[in-house]
């Protein structure tokens, strides 16, 4: 780094790496099965002749189709540039630099504590029990926390939070931290969603995405689902017009009537998928299932999972090594893709297990 950039930097940005993003870390491959996208595009019509204009800063089509969608009132929406920006903003929001702290519960998403760092908050981490379900007497030994992400269904377990333990948080912190509940993965799970209770919990705040279920993960368009106040209030940190006109007409198709049936059947379509994949992975010789898979991915141990991720890389699969992350050494996570490319990576993985012998 040059001596002025060093020097002009903020201080607690230098020992920082950018995220490895699925698209970053690999840019060749033919079968992307690293970044829990949905394998189904849809067709979507856009009208420029607004395009001369600034956008709308909450497009109202979009927060009334999604407040429809969810069952909340259009004051309890905020429209973002992917669950992503709502993560930031609620910790630009909530947090003040040096001082405060999220608390995380890996293994879990990576964004928020990157969120955190790169704005100067402290992160404290309660991993989750080695069953996966939340370690709520750690999280509620916890102090001096503002904001807690737990992710449910969680990536990359799978694993759904129970509703339970995510109560007892929310009580716990009501008068002193919100409670983050990620729902990416919400509409792989049969189980209730969060944003039924919004009104229950002053505390309670959900982010959801059209970059999973809906197959929109191009588009960059999150939500965040809170109190009309905690909404207002991330409305003082939001750009002023974050949501690209193109972006708005495309969401409102993708959350019509139709386009909400549409990622219905492609939901049940992509589940029936998962349970075959990993009724055929566990066939596999040496590779053992690992968490309770509700959303668009699965997630397997195998011994050699380097020499494995090596050799499905050079045949142009991508899934992604969660070997990093606490309590999964040697864990890889393939998301569900279609029929070919499930079949695919079935495939390679026989070809590799044959190659190296591996026993059972
Ligand atoms: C993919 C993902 C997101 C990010 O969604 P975007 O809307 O694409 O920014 C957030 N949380 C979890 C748990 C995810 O897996």
Redesign the pocket.
Known sequence: MNKLVKSLMNDNLIPLKPYESARRLFSGGQDWLNA?ESPYASDYQIDSENFNRYPSCQPTAVVESYARYAGVHTDQVLVTR????G?ELLIRTFCTPGKSNVLICPPT?G?YAISAETCDVGVRQVPLNDDFSLDVDGICAQQDVNLLFI?SPN?PTGTRVAAADIERVLSHFADSALVVV?E??IEFDDGDAWAARLDEFDNLVI?R????AFGL?GL???FTLASGDIIRSLMKVIAPYPIPEPVAQIAAQALSDEGVTRVNVQVKKLNLLRNTLQEELAQRAGITLVGDITANFVLFHFADCEALMAFLVENGMLIRNQSKQHNLQNCLRATVGNEDQNARLLSLIDQFIEQKGVSA
């Open positions: 829990n992917g669950a992503d920006e993560i998403y964004m992710c990536n990620d990416a993965y982010l995405t059209l970059s999973k993960a960059r368009c999150g």
